[in-house]
């Protein structure tokens, strides 16, 4: 593992490269340098002919908390928008011509539940709380919905998206949903106890080590949905919208001030 004090780690080893969101003080909560650096390390794990299959793992007891509100909130332009650059990490998993595998063993909410659906496989703890909670902040989740619709049905995705789920994945929220119930909806591949996972997880990358690297390749391009960066980019956008709303500020900045939003009676 390399760059203990970075917000991403990196092992390649046994044909297997693993990238490990490595901020857990800050939840793993998706930061620009987080973006930039695990589109790096992606990229690194693509280039290297020796990797055969990519893992996203995670240190501390959350996967992801979606994105750096802090950041987000001092945001004046798209560009700076942890979102946008969003777009084009989960362009870059979709796309990576090797199996991507994520380990889902905490917490994961918003943009880290859009990482879980860009890529090919997930296997997640049965009990892990997850929550598209973007719409209690007065913002919507555009820039997950392209790659989330790969996975749900559209009125799965908007019951979800709709409900949103507790700010702090709280498992008595009635609208958290587990890594079970994301299984039965095809969100993740598959959940189980925590003590069988790092086992699950071993089997199935031995088994995509058996396949032809330029077959697996060929099926992600037979497999990708057309135009899937354009689109992301578009999505990025209407964030963007969102989140530079009034509505969106004031949402943001409730939470940060741990407040209710001003729509709440």
């Known amino acids: 593992m390399e760059r203990n004090d970075a917000p991403i780690a990196y092992r390649a080893q046994e044909a297997v490269a693993t990238i490990t969101l490595n901020a857990p003080e800050r939840r793993n909560a998706l930061s620009t340098r987080l973006i930039a650096e695990m589109r790096t390390a992606l990229a690194r794990a693509v280039a290297d002919r ?10 501390g007891p959350v996967f992801c908390a979606g994105a750096d509100l802090k950041e987000s909130v001092a945001a004046h332009s798209l560009a700076a928008l942890p979102a946008a650059h969003l777009a084009e990490l989960l362009a870059d998993i979709t796309e990576a011509p090797k199996p991507v595998v994520a380990v889902v063993r905490g917490a ?6 859009g990482l879980i659906a860009a890529a090919d496989f997930t296997v997640a703890h049965f009990e892990v709380p997850m929550a598209f909670s973007e719409v209690r902040l007065g913002v919507v989740p555009a ?11 559209p009125a799965r995705m908007r019951e979800l998206f709709l409900a949103g789920g507790g700010l702090v994945l709280d498992e008595g929220d009635a609208d958290v949903f587990t890594g079970e119930d994301a299984a039965g909806w095809g969100l993740v591949t598959t959940a189980v106890y925590e003590e069988h996972l790092d086992a699950v997880v071993q ?3 031995d088994r995509l080590k058996l396949g032809g690297p330029a077959a697996q390749a060929g099926i992600k391009v037979l497999t990708a949905a057309p135009d899937l960066r354009d689109q992301l980019r578009k999505a990025a956008a209407v964030t963007g919208d ?10 943001t900045r409730s939470f940060l001030e741990k407040r ?6």
Not at 242 to 251: L, V
Not at 260 to 265: A, D, F, M, R
Request: aromatic share 6%.
């Open 50 to 59: 020796d990797v055969r299959v990519v893992v996203i793992d995670h240190a």
């Open 108 to 113: 994961a909410r918003g943009g880290g539940l």
């Open 143 to 153: 820039v997950i919905g392209p790659v989330v619709a790969r996975r749900i049905t």
């Open 203 to 205: 089997s199935l990358v």
């Open 242 to 251: 969102h989140f530079f709303s009034e509505e969106g500020r004031e949402g």
């Open 260 to 265: 209710p939003p001003s729509w709440v009676g």
